[in-house]
Antibody
């Protein structure tokens, strides 16, 4: 069974940093591209970042480019999102999601981890 | 960026009815369109990919279609468990973008 379990969220002050993790199981993690998607409270979905299976290709949304860094450790089956210079508008539920091996849709999602940026 | 305009924002329907949700892409996305279902307090789940392909395990009452840059999700014979918010997503080009969502309420 595919499982994605996020952790590392919490309350953080504006301008500070936070690192999210997503541990994968139930599939060969090193074969799949991975994403972070976020959802502000009561709002829609926003794609945040993508990393290819071997970390060769990395893309970011303009809203986080230069502040967030996506990375992965295939030996640990873990995806990361390092978030710096956090802003109130980064407050959201952050999901990790697996890119299908066939195309750019998201075939499995984690349960999400909440990040609240507030003083 | 490719804009995805989803409609309606909300709708109410009765058990057994058929409903249609639409997404209009701001440019050609070549059938690279997915639909997700999100129930309250849960993460989104993939229903349809490549505009009309049904994800494994998804009931056949869900179907997707396209006409030009207009994409549709149809749900036939509504069941109580279909009450949820539905999102479309274009997976043609970065940044991947989502529609604003459609909240489906069962009467």
């Amino acid at each position: 069974e595919v499982q994605l379990v996020e952790s590392g969220g919490g309350l953080v002050q504006p301008g500070r940093s936070l690192k999210l993790s997503c541990v994968a199981s139930g599939f060969t993690f090193s074969n799949y591209g991975m994403n972070w998607i976020r959802q502000a409270p009561g709002k829609g979905l926003e794609w945040v970042a993508y990393i290819s299976s071997g970390s060769s290709y990395i893309y970011y949304a303009e809203t986080v480019k230069g502040r967030f860094t996506i990375s992965r450790d295939n030996a640990k089956n873990t995806l990361y999102l390092q978030m710096t210079s956090l802003r109130s508008e980064d407050t959201a539920l952050y999901y990790c999601a697996r890119r299908s091996i066939y195309n750019n849709y998201l075939d499995y999602w984690g349960q999400g981890v909440m990040v609240t940026v507030s003083s | 960026d490719i804009q995805m305009t989803q409609s309606p924002a909300s709708l109410s329907a009765s058990l057994g009815e058929t409903v249609t949700i639409e997404c209009l892409a701001s440019e050609d996305i070549y059938s690279n369109l997915a639909w997700y279902q999100q129930k309250p307090g849960k993460s989104p789940q993939l229903l349809i990919y490549d505009a009309s392909s049904l994800q494994d395990g998804v009931p056949s009452r869900f179907s997707g279609s396209e006409s030009g840059t207009q994409y549709s999700l149809e749900i036939n014979s509504l069941q109580s468990e279909d009450a949820a918010t539905y999102f479309c997503q274009q997976h043609h080009d970065y940044p991947w973008t989502f529609g604003g969502g459609t909240k489906l309420e069962l009467k």
